[in-house]
């Protein structure tokens, strides 16, 4: 039988079309505008076609004419910087608002059975719903029925409190529903025990591990591999190590005396994560403890790529490269696999009836 396949848009280094791997799918194409990310997403799926494109300036017909009547699913996540909570919300006025238009004329060109798009909760609540509205009516009138919601990655055994809107959409009168929670959860210890106890500074390309596997999501993660990649410890400045040693496991800015607050806006700034819980969003800066409560449970540093990429639920076999700022956007802006894979499974549950 062959399997179902899938086109990603606004790829990233591929957290989706991991996902949708997992389910039983083969992703046949991907776009990435990012040169760098692309880079990263082809090395770690060389078997995929890569178009390493601005989706506005792509000729829809002549890049999608070979997967017409030949697709089972387009998904993606157009950016969502102008629907986020930080910096201006000019939402109506920010162009980058309007891509999801984009991913529309694909799919209406290719006709997919199903489409699937990935993105900040507040698309479905920003301008009134205005965006929500406008998908729907985009996307009811080419014959498709449309599901959407918010899902947490928690719920799905990702160690990370991580929301994300999630859109189903599928051709005919029938909804595809969202995926339920799964009653599997990971903490943070469980996710990250058996790499190597590295100091600020400290750390090299390609390591070993420091322990066998210490519960069954490290063992699943672990799978084929043996040989542990990103695992580099950000090289801290004086002034960041003096505050980081003031702040006991648990604990946070709350230990810190008032001449070592900074000024910084975001929400856990200097907190440890806490080893038996679960992790806040990862974003693109968890080289840095005033960015977020990205410093680790107890070493005065913030977390590494490949420690991020397990709280992620990426496996030990996907290799982030380029520079740190490049993986920093790769992991932080990408879909968990395994909610992507949750999503999936929702696809070939309904294709299988």
Known sequence: MTKPTVIDLFAGVGGLSLGFE????????ANEYDPDIAAAYSANKPNTKMIVADITQLPIEE???????????????????GFSQKGQRK?????????FR????VVKYVKPKYFVIENVPNLLTTERGLFKAEIIELFSGIGYTVTSGVLCAADFGVPQNRHRTCIIGRLGDKPVELPKPNGKHTTIWEAISDLDYLESGEGEEVSSYRLAPQ??????LREGSDTLYNHIATAHSKITLERLAMIPPDHGKEML??????????????????KDGIARTIT????TPSSGEFTHPFLDRAITTREAARIQSFPDTFHFFGSKSSQM????????????KAIAQQIIDDLNE
């Open 22 to 29: 997992m389910a039983g799918f083969d992703v046949v194409l």
């Open 63 to 81: 890049t999608f004419a070979p997967y017409v009547g030949k697709t089972t699913a387009i998904v993606g996540g157009p950016p969502c910087q």
């Open 91 to 99: 939402s109506i006025n920010d162009p980058r608002n309007f891509l």
């Open 102 to 105: 984009h991913y529309y004329e």
């Open 215 to 220: 519960s069954e999501y490290q063992s699943m």
């Open 257 to 274: 005396p008032e001449e070592h607050l900074t000024k910084s806006i975001y929400s856990g700034t200097w907190c440890r994560m806490k």
């Open 284 to 287: 693109t800066r968890y080289d």
């Open 329 to 340: 956007k790769q992991v932080g802006n990408a879909v968990p696999p395994l909610l992507g």
